[in-house]
C-alpha cells in the first residue's frame, strides 16, 4: 500500500503517493478541506505531474477548491500538473462558477 500524504485521514479523505502520482481516496468537503490542503503541502508535487481524483467518494465546492489550490501551487512551482478523475458534478460546478479553464 502507498503512504498517505502526513496528516491525512483516509477516513475523511486523503491523497496518498502512487507509482502514476497522488491519488485522493474518500470525502471532501468543508469539514476536512483545509487539513488535506495543508497535508498536501508538506510533500512535493507528484513528478508525473498528475493527481487523480476518482477515488473521491464525496465532494462539495471545497473539493474544487483544493484542485484549483494544487494547480495555484504548481505554476507557483513551475511544475505543469494536470487533475485526472474529477468527477462530472464538479466539473460542472467549475463552468457554473467560470474557473474550468484553471482546472485544466
Known amino acids: ?52 481524483f476518482s477515488g473521491m467518494t464525496h465532494a462539495d465546492s471545497s473539493a474544487l477548491a483544493v484542485a484549483i489550490a494544487l494547480k495555484r501551487r504548481a505554476t507557483i512551482e513551475g511544475c505543469a500538473l494536470s487533475i485526472e478523475g474529477l468527477p462530472q458534478s464538479l466539473r460542472t460546478l467549475g463552468i457554473v462558477y467560470g474557473v474550468e479553464n484553471l482546472l485544466d
Open 1 to 52: 500500500m502507498m503512504p498517505s500524504l502526513a496528516g491525512g485521514d483516509r477516513a475523511a479523505g486523503a491523497f496518498r503517493v502512487t507509482e502514476r502520482g497522488w491519488r485522493f481516496d474518500g470525502a471532501l468537503t468543508l469539514d476536512n478541506a483545509a487539513q488535506v490542503f495543508a497535508a498536501s503541502k508538506a510533500a512535493p508535487l507528484p513528478a508525473s505531474g498528475a493527481i487523480d
